[in-house]
Every structure is written in C-alpha cells, then in structure tokens.
C-alpha cells in the first residue's frame, strides 16, 4: 500500500486516508498497534503486515461510525449494541475494538443507558425494585449497575405510591385477594409493601 494523502476529519481522532490506488478509509490511533498515525506520510509505502494493521483499523472505525448512528438516535447498553452490530454481520473482534473505545470516551455507558430505560419504563409502567432489576439484567445489564440504577430511582421517586397505583389499576381489573398479591408480586414489590398497601385500601 502507498499513501497517497492522510487527513484529520471532523471527528476527533479519526483520520481519511487515500492510497495510491484502492478506496479511502478512515483510521484512528487508538486501533493501531505498532503505526504511528503521526509517522504515516504522503508517497509512504507499507508492508503486508502494516497492511493488515491498517486494515483492522480501517475495519473497527467502520463499527465504530455504524454504532455512533445508534447511539445518536438514544442511549445503548453494550449488550444491546454489540447484538445491533452482530445483526449486521460485522466482525466480532471490529465490534469489540469499537465498543471498547466508545466506552473509554464515556459515549457508550451501561449506567447512563440504565437511568433512561427505568425513567422510560416508567412512564407506562408500575414496577418495584425486583421487577426493574430483573428486567435491566435481562437486557445485558450487570447486577451491580441495575442495582445502583434503580435504588437511585428510588431514592428520587415513592415505591409505596407506584405501588399504591399498580394496586388501583389491577383492582380495576377486577383483580383481589391472592391474584391481586400475585399480580404485584409480579410487578416487583414486595409482599410487606404489598401487604401495607391492601390495609390502607
């Protein structure tokens, strides 16, 4: 391969690169192994090997731009994201080279994208702890970080009254007695709170 240009574009980090002959692509340092983007130059000729490095590069920054659009578009787990990518038949080793850069910039983030999937959820939902844990889990969500997710929705929202409505809605629906409990218990609360708030109704 001999470079024919290599210019810095509008995204930070990331840089176009002409050859000779064959299609542009785009590179960045950070997945680059032994080149040193600062030592590319116009008329320099590359080996195989540096070849392939360029490459790979090439190929992880294609990721990278793909997952950058669903990242425009709301907030990502890694888990999510990765099967997004998958879906599109990329390389696994380009996805994670691209997954790992993301989050070291804080542009992909598990905890973020857990906050707004609860504050989303609830918007039609009535869910206790156990049953948004549960859920953030599901969806690829560590233990730990659905943990902290929820208990600081918590911290910033009543259960007892989302349970209260829940309660209301399933009486509503003509549940009582054990399937209300049931149908609770389901939704996440727990059998005190429950048990709390089938007194005060």
Not at 39 to 51: A, K, L, R, V
Request: one cysteine or more; proline letters at 0%; aromatic letters at 10%.
């Amino acid at each position: 391969m001999i470079i024919k240009s290599i210019d810095e574009t509008s995204y930070q980090g990331m840089f176009k690169v002409c050859q000779e002959s064959g299609n542009p692509f785009f590179i960045r340092q950070d997945y680059l192994k032994t080149i040193m983007i600062e030592n590319i130059s116009s008329g320099q000729n590359f080996n195989e090997h540096e070849d392939n490095e360029l490459l790979d590069a090439a190929l992880s920054c294609i990721v990278e731009l793909k997952a950058v659009e669903y990242l425009a578009r709301s907030e990502q787990s890694r888990f999510g994201l990765y099967q997004k990518l998958i879906n599109k038949k990329y390389q696994k080793v380009y996805i994670e080279n691209a997954l790992d850069f993301l989050e070291k910039k804080n542009y992909l983030s598990d905890e973020r994208f857990s906050r707004a999937w609860i504050h989303s959820r609830m918007l039609n939902h009535c869910e206790g702890r156990t049953k948004l844990v549960n859920e953030l889990i599901s969806r690829g969500i560590s233990r730990e970080i659905s943990k902290n997710a929820v208990e600081e929705f918590f911290s910033e929202n009543d259960e007892e009254a989302l349970c209260k409505k829940a309660c209301e809605k399933f009486l509503k629906k003509g549940k009582n007695g054990e399937k209300l409990t049931a149908a609770l218990l389901n939704s996440g609360f727990s059998y005190k709170m429950i048990k709390s708030i089938n007194e005060s109704l």
